[in-house]
């Protein structure tokens, strides 16, 4: 057989003996994962949020994943880490409001005007974090390129010391194509992010929707609206749901409370399958309940 004709150069590859050390390097100093002190029970799940990985976020319309994300933002804005957030859909003074209230603890972002003494009271205890470089808001507020986004996070990588990026929603970075096309451009669009955090020291969380169905719930990453593609790239994928009926009737959640349920977990494949209640206060601040 003659092997020549299909050798167009050296081989892209590593022996053993030449990764092994890496390797050990490795399991000795992990990467350090940035920990979610305002979730103790969620960051022991997950292991925290590692730098070179991306996270899919998928829940239904209107059921809080915002919210989450704004508690998400307001425990990093605690630990002083630095991240970015592009929360295209809500607009970035939008978001701040919604991570003011959950530092209040109630919801400031009614349209209501909120009384100047307790403004006052909530800038002596948090003005410092608010006048911070700590986290980067973007400023679009419709349709733009990944190309776009990847630039934006990087800038803030190099200069903002950022550590993570919170983006919402994944429709905001498809072009406009052809319904045909379109699993075809998320597919692009999740392929160019995972390429680009391999290679960059940041983690990004990708609020993504699901596909339409009877019972308006997340059941599993099959759910996920797009191809099967973006999941199986994806290093974890988390869903966010309405309380189960089980976990009501188990008493392990009230009518009300949320879930966060592991479906995928590269690093911590054991975690795959549990599921994290979270009770909102006056809508705003989650807290968590029972781990199932």
Request: neutral net charge; proline residues 3%.
């Given at each position: 057989?003659?092997?020549?004709?299909?050798?167009?150069?050296?081989?892209?590859?590593?022996?053993?003996?030449?990764?092994?050390?890496?390797?050990?390097?490795?399991?000795?100093?992990?990467?350090?994962?940035?920990?979610?002190?305002?979730?103790?029970?969620?960051n022991?799940?997950?292991?925290?949020?590692?730098?070179?990985?991306?996270?899919?976020?998928?829940?239904?319309?209107?059921?809080?994943?915002?919210?989450?994300?704004a508690?998400?933002?307001?425990?990093?804005?605690?630990?002083?880490?630095?991240?970015?957030?592009?929360?295209?859909?809500?607009?970035?003074?939008?978001?701040?409001?919604?991570?003011?209230?959950?530092?209040?603890?109630?919801?400031?972002?009614?349209?209501?005007?909120?009384?100047?003494?307790?403004?006052?009271?909530?800038?002596?205890?948090?003005?410092?974090?608010?006048?911070?470089?700590?986290?980067?808001?973007?400023?679009?507020?419709n349709?733009?390129?990944?190309?776009?986004?990847?630039?934006?996070?990087?800038?803030?990588?190099?200069?903002?010391?950022?550590?993570?990026?919170?983006?919402?929603?994944?429709?905001?970075?498809?072009?406009?194509?052809?319904?045909?096309?379109?699993?075809?451009?998320?597919?692009?669009?999740?392929?160019?992010?995972?390429?680009?955090?391999?290679?960059?020291?940041?983690?990004?969380?990708?609020?993504?929707?699901?596909?339409?169905?009877?019972?308006?719930?997340?059941?599993?990453?099959?759910?996920?609206?797009?191809?099967?593609?973006?999941?199986?790239?994806?290093?974890?994928?988390?869903?966010?749901n309405?309380?189960?009926?089980?976990?009501?009737?188990?008493?392990?959640?009230?009518?009300?409370?949320?879930?966060?349920?592991i479906?995928?977990?590269?690093?911590?494949?054991?975690?795959?399958?549990?599921?994290?209640?979270?009770?909102a206060?006056?809508?705003?601040?989650?807290?968590?309940?029972?781990?199932?």
């Amino acid at each position: 057989m003659n092997l020549d004709k299909f050798i167009k150069g050296d081989a892209h590859a590593q022996t053993i003996r030449e990764t092994y050390a890496d390797a050990a390097k490795e399991l000795l100093m992990p990467y350090p994962s940035t920990p979610i002190e305002g979730f103790p029970k969620l960051n022991k799940i997950i292991g925290g949020f590692r730098p070179y990985e991306f996270t899919i976020l998928c829940g239904a319309t209107g059921i809080g994943k915002t919210t989450l994300n704004a508690n998400l933002s307001k425990s990093f804005l605690i630990q002083r880490v630095h991240h970015f957030v592009a929360s295209v859909e809500t607009g970035h003074t939008d978001f701040s409001k919604r991570v003011m209230s959950a530092l209040a603890g109630e919801d400031w972002n009614t349209g209501e005007p909120v009384n100047v003494e307790r403004l006052k009271a909530f800038h002596a205890k948090y003005g410092d974090l608010f006048q911070s470089d700590i986290l980067s808001l973007s400023l679009y507020e419709n349709r733009f390129s990944v190309e776009a986004l990847m630039s934006d996070i990087a800038w803030h990588v190099k200069y903002r010391k950022c550590q993570l990026a919170i983006i919402d929603n994944l429709n905001f970075f498809l072009e406009v194509t052809r319904a045909a096309d379109q699993i075809i451009e998320m597919d692009r669009v999740i392929h160019e992010l995972i390429i680009f955090c391999k290679q960059v020291p940041v983690h990004v969380i990708m609020v993504m929707h699901p596909k339409k169905n009877e019972s308006g719930r997340v059941e599993s990453e099959f759910d996920i609206k797009g191809s099967s593609t973006a999941v199986q790239e994806a290093h974890n994928v988390l869903l966010f749901n309405r309380a189960g009926e089980d976990l009501i009737d188990g008493r392990y959640a009230d009518l009300g409370d949320r879930e966060i349920k592991i479906a995928k977990m590269r690093r911590k494949g054991r975690a795959v399958g549990s599921r994290l209640v979270l009770k909102a206060i006056q809508g705003v601040l989650y807290v968590e309940g029972a781990v199932v």
